[in-house]
Structures are given as structure tokens and as C-alpha cells.
């Protein structure tokens, strides 16, 4: 129900796209048209033998892996990103989660996950953040998959730096070993969609996803990840 009060708030202050930043018009919902259309979209989700599926190669056994955007620097999109990743915006990772949940289920390719597991936060990282990002994601896409999303299994047991300013050498080194598994047995024999918000190099997700098949070896993983970098997976830009 929409009460006088919301009606003069929207009046003084309209929502706005969260790409462009332009009023959003009466009855839109979260993304302009506009930006909905000029949307990067990768389209992997609709094959298996994908670029950022073989990023795994050799490296993890994965059963589908899909970026559903082209994370580009200079893009509208870059701007949704940072804003639920330093902004608070974190009603947009929910809403990004289940757009890309609903091209997960129409693509008819991720119909025997069983469970959606976000990449966790380290304890004082999401403290001081207030959330995790990758949890709204995975709840929107679990929404829409209607499947169960498991936050509780996975932990990111050391406080390690950011990513975001390190070489790419350093990277790898920087994630090791600091995933673990405290509830094994809700994974078990499970196929687990495991969630993030962006790929660049993969050490992240990699090693989470290396900490699960540690512990819990019969389960089968697939990826799924909001945006992608298309210089780390060799497309020119």
C-alpha cells in the first residue's frame, strides 16, 4: 500500500537509475530502459564452454561457470558496483541478483544446483561494511532459481588484505588458505552454486571453491559472478 507519505517523498525525491543516475519514470523498477538495453551482457550463461568457464581448467573441476556482465571500467555498471560494494547500496546487489537469476533459470543450464553459496566476508570486513554484497546477490538469484541460499557453511576464517590494489602475481598469495568449511555436512553430495560479485583474476572464488571440494570432495561446484573483466579473460575491449 502506498501512503500519502511515500507519494511526497518520491515527489521531493524521485528513485533514480543506479547506472545513470536519471530519474526513474513513474513505475519504473530499479534500471532505467535505457540502461536495461545498453547493458554489457556476456551471454555465457547460455553455454557451458565459455570464456570464464575455462579460466577453471586445470585448476578446479567446475560444472557451469557465467558472468552475467562485462565489468568495464568506464560503464554505467561500474557505477552499481561500487555503490553496493562502498555505498550501502545494497538493496542493488538483491535487485542485480535476481535479474541475473532469472537469465540462470531461463537458460535452463543451473536446474540441479542445490544450494547458493555467496563468497564470505571476514567477520570485521563485513562489521565494518554492514553486509556482504555477495549475500544479496546470491539471495536474488535464489529467488529466482528457488533454491535455498547457505550462508552459514563457508567462512573467510583470516582477515586478509584487499584485492583491489594488488599486482596479480600478488593475488593468488594473498587468498591462500584463508577459506574453510564448518558445516560440511549441509554440502554434502550437493551441487552448490557459488556466488561473487567480480572476477578478475579468479584467486578469490578459486580458493574458496578449493577450500569446499578440501572438505567436502563429492559435492559438484558451479560460478556464478555479476561482472567480469574482459581484459583478464582475453577479450579486447
Not at 532459481?145 to 584487499?162: D, F, G, M
Request: proline fraction near 7%.
Amino acid at each position: 500500500m502506498i501512503t500519502p507519505f511515500a507519494d511526497l517523498f518520491a515527489l521531493f525525491f524521485p528513485p533514480v537509475c543506479p547506472a545513470c543516475g536519471n530519474p526513474l519514470p513513474p513505475g519504473g523498477r530499479f534500471l532505467c530502459t535505457a540502461c536495461r538495453l545498453d547493458a554489457p551482457l556476456t551471454g555465457y550463461e547460455k553455454e557451458r564452454d565459455n570464456p570464464l568457464w575455462r579460466k577453471f581448467w586445470g585448476i578446479i573441476p567446475v560444472e557451469e561457470a557465467c558472468g552475467f556482465l562485462f565489468y568495464i571500467m568506464e560503464g554505467n555498471y561500474r557505477r552499481v558496483v561500487h555503490g553496493f560494494k562502498y555505498r550501502g547500496s545494497w538493496h542493488d546487489a538483491l535487485e542485480m541478483g535476481r535479474w541475473f537469476g532469472h537469465a540462470l533459470r531461463e537458460s535452463g543450464r543451473y536446474e540441479t544446483v542445490d544450494l547458493i553459496v555467496p563468497v564470505p566476508l571476514h567477520l570485521f570486513k563485513r562489521l565494518r561494511r554492514g553486509y556482504n554484497q555477495s549475500e544479496y546477490l546470491a539471495e536474488g538469484l535464489a529467488k529466482e532459481l528457488e533454491r535455498p541460499a547457505e550462508t552459514k557453511s563457508v567462512i573467510r576464517r583470516v582477515h586478509n588484505p584487499s584485492q583491489a590494489r594488488k599486482p596479480k602475481e600478488e593475488r593468488w598469495e594473498n587468498v591462500r588458505d584463508i577459506f574453510a568449511v564448518r558445516h560440511p555436512e549441509r554440502l554434502k553430495g550437493r551441487h552448490i552454486l557459488l556466488v561473487d560479485d567480480v572476477f578478475t583474476t579468479g584467486a578469490t572464488i578459486t580458493s574458496c571453491a578449493e577450500a569446499i571440494l578440501k572438505a567436502v570432495p563429492d559435492c559438484r561446484i558451479s560460478v556464478a559472478v555479476l561482472c567480469v573483466s574482459q581484459q583478464e579473460i582475453g577479450i579486447k575491449q
